[in-house]
C-alpha cells in the first residue's frame, strides 16, 4: 500500500504555475513535470506530459511488464510518443516558441521503485533519517560539477544554474534516464521540481519528510518552507511513503 500526497503552487515570483502533476495509483505511477519556453507553452508542455504519460498507463497495460528491460522498454516508448507529440506542437519550428518540459516518473511494484527523468525534476528517497537523490541533473552546471570545473557550492549560487540540457519537446529524439532501486516499508518517496530543491538543502527536505506527518501536510510543509526560503519559482512535489 502507498500513502500519497502532493501538491503544487505558484511560488512568490511567479505570475503563472508551470509545473504540472499526475497520480495515477490505481498502476502505481506518479508523475511531476516542469515547463520551459515562452508565451504560457511551457504550462501548455507540462500539463500536456503528465497528462499524455498517465493516458498511456491507461491504455497500455503496465503489469505486463516484468522485468528491467521491458519496464525501460514501456517508458520509452511511452516517453517517445508524448515528446513526438509536444516537438510536433509547433507548426512551424523557425518559429517555435521553445516549447518543452522536465519530466520525473516514478513508478513502485512490490519492493521495487523505478524513476525516469529527463531535465532537473528529482526524485528522492527518504529513509530512516537520511535522503537518497536517486536521478540526475540534466543540467549545464551539473555538467560543470561532473568534471570538476565547480563544486557544490558553486553550483546554488551560479547565474546559469536553471539552464536544463534535456527537455522532453526539445528536440525529435528524448533521452531519459532510467534508476531502479529496491524499496522497503516507510520509505518515503519524493519527487519534485527544481522550485523546491533549489531552495532547501537535502537534509531541510528529509527533516520535512522523517517528520511523520501525512503526505498531504508533508507536501504542504515543504512547499511553505519553500516560499519561506524565497519561493522563487513554481514548487510542485509529490510524497510517497510505503506502508
Same mark, same amino acid.
Given at each position: 500500500?502507498?500513502q $500519497?500526497?502532493?501538491?503544487s503552487?505558484?511560488?512568490?515570483k511567479?505570475?503563472? %504555475?508551470?509545473?504540472?502533476?499526475f497520480?495515477?495509483?490505481?498502476d502505481?505511477v506518479?508523475i511531476?513535470a516542469?515547463?520551459?519556453?515562452?508565451?504560457?507553452?511551457?504550462e501548455i508542455a507540462s500539463?500536456?506530459?503528465?497528462?499524455r504519460?498517465?493516458e498511456?498507463v491507461?491504455?497500455?497495460?503496465?503489469?505486463?511488464?516484468?522485468?528491467?528491460?521491458s519496464?525501460?522498454?514501456?517508458?520509452?516508448?511511452?516517453l517517445t510518443e508524448?515528446?513526438?507529440?509536444?516537438y510536433n506542437?509547433?507548426a512551424d519550428?523557425d518559429k517555435k516558441?521553445g516549447r518543452?518540459t522536465t519530466?520525473?516518473?516514478?513508478? +513502485?511494484t512490490g519492493?521495487?521503485?523505478?524513476?525516469? %527523468?529527463?531535465?532537473?525534476?528529482r526524485?528522492y528517497?527518504c529513509?530512516?533519517?537520511?535522503?537518497?537523490q536517486i536521478?540526475e541533473?540534466?543540467t549545464y552546471?551539473?555538467?560543470l560539477?561532473?568534471?570538476?570545473?565547480?563544486?557544490a557550492?558553486?553550483v546554488?549560487?551560479?547565474?546559469?544554474?536553471n539552464?536544463?540540457?534535456?527537455?522532453?519537446?526539445?528536440?525529435?529524439i528524448?533521452?531519459?534516464?532510467f534508476y531502479?532501486?529496491? $524499496?522497503k516499508k516507510n520509505?518515503?518517496?519524493?519527487?519534485?521540481t527544481?522550485?523546491?530543491?533549489s531552495e532547501?538543502t537535502?537534509d531541510?527536505i528529509?527533516?520535512?519528510?522523517?517528520?511523520?506527518?501525512?503526505m498531504s501536510?508533508?507536501?504542504?510543509?515543504?512547499v511553505?518552507?519553500? %516560499?519561506?526560503?524565497?519561493?522563487?519559482?513554481? +514548487?510542485?512535489?509529490?510524497c510517497l511513503?510505503?506502508s
Amino acid at each position: 500500500m502507498v500513502q $500519497v500526497g502532493f501538491k503544487s503552487d505558484r511560488g512568490l515570483k511567479r505570475s503563472n %504555475n508551470e509545473d504540472a502533476c499526475f497520480v495515477v495509483p490505481k498502476d502505481n505511477v506518479y508523475i511531476i513535470a516542469d515547463g520551459v519556453g515562452g508565451n504560457n507553452a511551457g504550462e501548455i508542455a507540462s500539463r500536456t506530459a503528465v497528462s499524455r504519460v498517465a493516458e498511456y498507463v491507461r491504455e497500455h497495460d503496465i503489469s505486463k511488464a516484468k522485468d528491467d528491460e521491458s519496464l525501460r522498454d514501456y517508458f520509452m516508448d511511452c516517453l517517445t510518443e508524448v515528446n513526438t507529440l509536444i516537438y510536433n506542437m509547433d507548426a512551424d519550428r523557425d518559429k517555435k516558441s521553445g516549447r518543452a518540459t522536465t519530466i520525473v516518473v516514478a513508478y +513502485i511494484t512490490g519492493d521495487t521503485a523505478y524513476f525516469i %527523468n529527463v531535465g532537473d525534476s528529482r526524485a528522492y528517497v527518504c529513509r530512516d533519517g537520511r535522503i537518497s537523490q536517486i536521478t540526475e541533473d540534466h543540467t549545464y552546471v551539473n555538467t560543470l560539477l561532473k568534471n570538476g570545473t565547480i563544486t557544490a557550492d558553486e553550483v546554488r549560487k551560479h547565474p546559469k544554474r536553471n539552464m536544463i540540457t534535456r527537455a522532453l519537446g526539445g528536440d525529435a529524439i528524448v533521452e531519459p534516464d532510467f534508476y531502479r532501486m529496491d $524499496v522497503k516499508k516507510n520509505d518515503v518517496i519524493l519527487l519534485c521540481t527544481d522550485g523546491l530543491h533549489s531552495e532547501l538543502t537535502d537534509d531541510e527536505i528529509c527533516e520535512i519528510t522523517d517528520a511523520g506527518d501525512s503526505m498531504s501536510d508533508t507536501c504542504a510543509k515543504l512547499v511553505v518552507r519553500a %516560499n519561506q526560503k524565497g519561493g522563487r519559482d513554481n +514548487i510542485t512535489v509529490i510524497c510517497l511513503k510505503l506502508s
